[in-house]
């Protein structure tokens, strides 16, 4: 890593607002992990890196949460907000890149290899897809436990030519919703509503079972 990228990756871990010369620089970093395969780890180590207006988006995503549920397991949990947002008796496993307490399950979607994945009713999904650089491969693993997505995107529909500015906030994977929604319905999921969140869409997507590894 050259030491722009250093630089800023160092103000964005505290919080910090980058330079128009950081920015650039960080955008090149994220496409070399993007080409390795890897994920921004350092990026996700410190907890300066959440903005408070997310929150919201995970609001109206656990207004999506269908009822009967018993466990809700958050990918890219972040601050864990999700958690106070749930119906009483609905158990929360938190699950991210970088510890966030003692009861993180702490897990790169990245990885070479994905483990298996924390049982639960629910894959929630709040920011966090845009992330991961082989979404096929994980919706493959997704199916084997999770009946229910919840997830948002933020597509390219209507912003194509802004691949660049994608990778300036660290984005690896660019999608039209169309194109989005098709990997899960290759999978077996269905979209069963889907709702906007600018420049999210949020959607719910079910299977009537999870498939078993072969």
Same mark, same amino acid.
């Given at each position: 890593?050259?030491?722009?990228?250093? &630089?800023?990756?160092?103000?964005?871990?505290?919080?910090?607002?980058?330079?128009?010369?950081?920015?650039?620089?960080?955008?090149?970093?994220?496409?070399?992990?993007?080409?390795?395969?890897?994920?921004?780890?350092?990026?996700?180590? &410190?907890?300066?890196?959440?903005?408070?207006?997310?929150?919201?988006?995970?609001?109206?995503?656990?207004?999506?949460?269908?009822?009967?549920?018993?466990?809700?397991?958050?990918?890219?949990?972040?601050?864990?907000?999700?958690?106070?947002?749930?119906?009483?008796?609905?158990?929360?496993?938190?699950?991210?890149?970088?510890?966030?307490?003692?009861?993180?399950?702490?897990?790169?979607?990245?990885?070479?290899?994905?483990?298996?994945?924390?049982? &639960?009713?629910?894959?929630?999904?709040?920011?966090?897809?845009?992330?991961?650089?082989?979404?096929?491969?994980?919706?493959?693993?997704?199916?084997?436990?999770?009946?229910?997505?919840?997830?948002?995107?933020?597509?390219?529909?209507?912003?194509?030519?802004?691949?660049?500015?994608?990778?300036?906030?660290?984005?690896?994977?660019?999608?039209?919703?169309?194109?989005?929604?098709?990997?899960?319905?290759?999978?077996?999921?269905?979209?069963?509503?889907?709702?906007?969140?600018?420049?999210?869409?949020?959607?719910?997507?079910?299977?009537?079972?999870?498939?078993?590894?072969?």
């Amino acid at each position: 890593m050259d030491e722009n990228a250093k &630089g800023a990756l160092a103000r964005l871990v505290a919080g910090e607002p980058l330079s128009p010369d950081e920015i650039e620089a960080y955008a090149d970093y994220v496409e070399r992990t993007k080409a390795e395969g890897r994920s921004d780890i350092a990026r996700w180590s &410190g907890g300066a890196v959440f903005a408070p207006a997310w929150d919201e988006r995970t609001r109206k995503l656990a207004a999506l949460l269908p009822e009967k549920i018993k466990t809700v397991v958050d990918f890219g949990c972040g601050t864990m907000a999700l958690r106070d947002m749930l119906p009483a008796g609905v158990r929360y496993v938190p699950v991210d890149i970088a510890p966030r307490g003692p009861d993180t399950i702490v897990l790169d979607l990245n990885a070479p290899t994905l483990p298996a994945l924390p049982a &639960g009713d629910v894959g929630f999904f709040s920011g966090s897809l845009e992330y991961v650089i082989d979404l096929r491969r994980l919706i493959a693993v997704l199916l084997r436990t999770y009946r229910h997505i919840i997830c948002s995107y933020a597509a390219t529909n209507n912003a194509p030519d802004q691949i660049r500015q994608r990778r300036r906030g660290g984005w690896v994977n660019d999608l039209k919703v169309s194109e989005f929604v098709a990997l899960f319905e290759d999978a077996g999921y269905l979209p069963q509503e889907m709702r906007n969140h600018a420049p999210h869409r949020l959607f719910h997507f079910f299977r009537r079972s999870v498939k078993a590894p072969s």
